[in-house]
């Protein structure tokens, strides 16, 4: 029957999804607040490409009177507006170069996201190394707890030397030991994991591929966020470049002034003036930009040939990794299951008195180290995959 609403049942914590871990650990990061700065910088430069205007405009108040004798009682008085404006087809580079600032913007968040990714992984990947250390160690220590209270029945009966009941005692504290040492080790990698991502609990771990099939799509690089950033910082240099070709000099300016002038008589003269300013820009001025620019695009095309090696050589490392930790699975787990076998053969033998406690206690010593070694490896394999995954441009 379904247990009362008084009743006191505990439940497990519900895992989080890899969706939400990502996500709390993002809104966490400093890379975050990164990314979002430059959005705002990519959203400015477009304002300011969409504007009517190169730069803001200006307004021109300009009043003269007379002093001599003659003049005294003139008075003229002149407010004018500048509007500064964008040369031929400078708009049009101008908002190219703001929209490549964007892409590049947003790639530049996919791939701090992608990072952070790659944070959580190992840090969960480290709570469950530690957890399988801790569960192997704790089940050590209590079959040995056992095995101690048996060989002091034993003693009592006068079946074992006394020595043989100090010496199973020293070995269980021996796993004690191990295994609080194992506790503040998970405690420590939960802490970091806490602090990462703010939550108490893991993601259910990623789904394994089947032995001995290769992931697909590996050769395929171009989808992976550090490879599309690259791109981005090339046609953003680009862009830049044919920008820079387009400045010579300052921006024209159109002039609209309103004139009054004043006689000495009391007469009164009003005029409208429209004035065009039209900078001259030589190909001296137009050097310094132009190979800053220049130099901005070799430099990115240099790091972009840079980042595929890199990005190609990583997977090869990870594929490597992933393949050379199933084959120590398979091997962990044979060894664990020969030990454990062993193991439980000399125990038996040691119940009707034909082993002897010391070789008992090397037996189940290698058996169980064998166990937390298999264990430790199953939890490692997760990890590979999690990094060739990862290595791979892909999210959790």
């Known amino acids: 029957m379904p247990p009362s609403r008084g009743s006191a049942e505990t439940f497990a914590p519900v895992p989080v999804s890899w969706t939400q871990a990502l996500d709390a650990a993002w809104v966490r990061s400093p890379l975050h607040v990164e990314a979002q700065g430059r959005q705002r910088v990519a959203q400015a430069e477009r304002q300011v490409a969409e504007s009517w205007l190169v730069a803001p405009p200006s307004l021109n108040v300009a009043q003269r009177e007379g002093v001599s004798a003659a003049t005294r009682g003139e008075r003229e008085t002149e407010l004018g507006v500048s509007l500064p ?14 929209a490549a600032e964007a892409a590049w913007a947003h790639a530049s968040q ?78 420590a990698d939960m802490s970091a ?18 032995a001995g099939v290769a992931p697909a799509a590996m050769g395929d690089l171009a989808a992976h966020p550090e490879a599309q950033l690259a791109s981005l910082v090339v046609e953003r240099a680009r862009a830049r470049v044919a920008s820079a070709s387009q400045l010579a000099g300052a921006a024209p300016e159109l002039g609209v002034s309103w004139r009054q002038e004043r006689a000495n008589l009391g007469g009164a003269q009003n005029s409208v003036a429209l004035s065009l300013k039209l900078p001259f820009g030589t190909a001296t001025h137009l050097q310094p930009p132009l190979a800053a620019a220049l130099a901005e695009q070799d430099t990115a095309l240099a790091e972009q040939a840079q980042t595929r ?51 008992l206690l ?29 290595a791979q441009g892909l999210m959790p």
Not at 193 to 210: K, N
């Open 362 to 390: 090397r037996a189940l010593s290698a058996a169980a180290q064998a166990e937390a070694a298999a264990a430790r490896q199953q939890a490692a394999l997760a990890q590979a995959w999690a990094r060739l995954q990862h």
């Open 193 to 210: 994991w806490q602090t990462l991502t703010g939550l108490s609990v893991l993601p259910l771990a990623e789904p394994l591929a089947i």
């Open 309 to 359: 090696r890199q990005l190609s050589a990583q997977l090869e490392l990870a594929q490597a990794h992933w393949a050379n930790t199933q084959a120590q699975a398979t091997t962990e787990q044979a060894r664990a299951r020969l030990l454990r076998q062993r193991g439980q053969w000399l125990q038996r033998s040691f119940s009707v008195g034909e082993t002897s406690l010391p070789d």
């Open 110 to 187: 996919q791939v701090a996201l992608w990072r952070v990714a790659g944070q959580v992984r190992e840090a969960a990947a480290r709570v469950r190394l530690a957890q399988a250390d801790l569960v192997q160690v704790n089940a050590q220590q209590q079959l040995l707890a056992k095995l101690a209270e048996d060989v002091a029945r034993r003693v009592r009966a006068g079946d074992l030397a006394p020595a043989d009941e100090l010496a199973a005692r020293a070995e269980l504290l021996g796993w004690e030991a191990q295994t609080a040492q194992a506790r503040w080790s998970l405690q």
């Open 85 to 98: 404006l964008w040369r031929w087809d400078q708009r049009a580079r101008s908002q190219a170069s703001a």
